[in-house]
């Protein structure tokens, strides 16, 4: 799925844009908080929905080839992390919507978790 297309589902604002992110395919979804599971359950090509705002969320997205991290209930994160994201090319976004609801909508369009394809 395009990354364009998760952003309308999302009713997602970007916070940083790598240039091309409207024509990322996206695979699969990651829903986590706990940074370990990421690392655990991740695959090449999927996005992040977190509540997390800090810089080691990037760095952790980076690590397991996360391609977008989109922060939920309109979470913002400090300018720390926003220059990292910057640096690894790394898109963000933040949607209004809680991790339960943003995960549902996602499976509801036809995106699945790692462990779901």
Known sequence: MKLAEISEILDA???VDS????????????????M???LYYHSPNSLLLTG?????????A???GIKVIIFVL????????VELARQKKIPLFSTPY????ASGK???AGLRSLRDR
């Open 52 to 60: 997390l705002t800090q810089p080691h969320v990037v760095t952790t």
């Open 62 to 64: 980076e690590i397991a």
């Open 19 to 34: 240039g091309n992110s409207d024509d990322l395919i996206i695979k699969s979804v990651c829903s986590a908080d706990m």
């Open 36 to 38: 370990s599971d990421v």
């Open 106 to 108: 996602l499976y509801e």
């Open 13 to 15: 604002a970007t916070i």
């Open 74 to 81: 309109s979470k913002r994160p400090d300018s720390r992390t």
């Open 98 to 101: 809680c991790m339960y609801t």
